[in-house]
């Protein structure tokens, strides 16, 4: 596994080695989105396990686009001090860390915020929740949000920050058809469609300066009828490319979905050729893409990560409920063990965090 465990470096960030723990929310923030030292016991344990870069849980931008209870905030300065301890721990761990940063759009959570949830166009149907359509001016004022988010990330010692762009929440919803119904200049084509992701990238940048990785994480496809395709998947990506994105992380599916459609996909991976959702688009991707490549979902075997880097199909293998069942997976693995990792993708870790208690795998830990 040479090239699992060799140095990288992306825009100045040095990786030692190709491993993420992809972002979750872990349930472990305050009732108010605040750090606390659950949150950062969590990700020091995986730094201690050896991968190379970890990604938070979603940090909400704004405080109407809270999608989930105890999920971290970062829309005002006073949730600096708390997130600058996390970076602070990890980096004390010999980790590195990259703040995610995201809006819930019309996963929104009116108990939670108080208002009524807002995406790109109204929804009054039961296909996802109820809605009211942003205006322009709201969306410019999300894009500016983004981009404070990110400057106070930066301010906290984080190593970068990774915009939100999948699963079906705010810029996720521009991007997809089946959530995107209007007709001005942020609806329509997937140029249109993909403005405001471009414009978060642009306040994010004109905050951290170009000398600070900035990520973004979207679907592959949205394994839904009328959803995004693999096709305008590639598309954004290039815009993405051209406005100097450092790092991409592709995923699939939404939050609301079940099943194959889920952004938690459900289901045992018993074998090598099972693993890997979204090895298809990964393919097309590195055909047309140069930016480098954090694939995620499904990969449990460390010979098809080590595959799927020595086959040019990804530069990072991104992880998520594999490491919430076994936080040392990456040393286990460093240290010669062949056998997968012992997760069995029953989500049965999303529990107790519904519970207050955390992100936290049901199974004895192995």
Request: proline share 5%; net charge neutral; charged share 25%.
């Amino acid at each position: 596994m040479t090239k699992l465990f060799e140095k990288t470096d992306i825009n100045g960030l040095p990786l030692k080695n190709r491993f993420v723990f992809s972002a979750t929310w872990d349930g472990r923030a305050d009732d108010k989105g605040f750090c606390t030292q659950r949150n950062i016991d969590a990700v020091v344990e995986r730094a201690r396990g050896g991968v190379g870069l970890i990604i938070t849980g979603m940090a909400s931008v704004k405080a109407d686009g809270k999608a989930t209870p105890w999920q971290l905030a970062v829309y005002g300065d006073e949730f600096i001090p708390g997130l600058a301890e996390m970076a602070q721990a990890i980096h004390d761990a010999q980790g590195k860390v990259v703040l995610q940063v995201a809006h819930g759009g019309c996963y929104a959570n009116p108990a939670l915020t108080g208002v009524e949830a807002s995406g790109p166009s109204a929804n009054h149907t039961d296909k996802f929740p109820p809605c009211r359509e942003m205006s322009v001016q709201e969306i410019d004022e999300v894009a500016k949000a983004f981009g404070k988010a990110a400057g106070r990330a930066k301010k906290a010692g984080f190593d970068g920050v990774q915009i939100h762009g999948a699963h079906g929440y705010l810029l996720s919803q521009f991007l997809s058809p089946f959530f995107n119904k209007r007709t001005d200049n942020y609806g329509g084509n997937i140029k249109n469609r993909a403005r405001i992701l471009l414009d978060v990238l642009l306040a994010v940048r004109n905050e951290v300066g170009e000398k600070y990785p900035v990520f973004v994480k979207i679907n592959s496809e949205d394994f839904l009828e009328g959803g995004l395709t693999v096709d305008e998947m590639l598309q954004v990506c290039a815009m993405l490319e051209k406005a100097g994105v450092d790092a991409i992380e592709v995923s699939g599916g939404t939050v609301y979905a079940s099943g194959a459609f889920s952004s938690l996909r459900p289901g045992a991976l018993d074998s090598p050729e099972k693993e890997v959702y979204y090895k298809d688009a990964a393919v097309r991707y590195k055909e047309k893409i140069s930016v480098p490549l954090m694939l995620v979902g499904g990969i449990r075997s460390p010979e098809v990560a080590e595959k799927l880097v020595n086959d040019g199909l990804a530069d990072y293998v991104s992880l998520c409920r594999p490491l919430i069942r076994e936080p040392n997976l990456i040393n286990r693995w460093k240290d010669g063990s062949t056998a997968p990792a012992a997760c069995i993708y029953c989500n049965g870790c999303v529990g107790p965090a519904l519970k207050g208690e955390g992100v936290s795998c049901i199974f004895e830990k192995q």
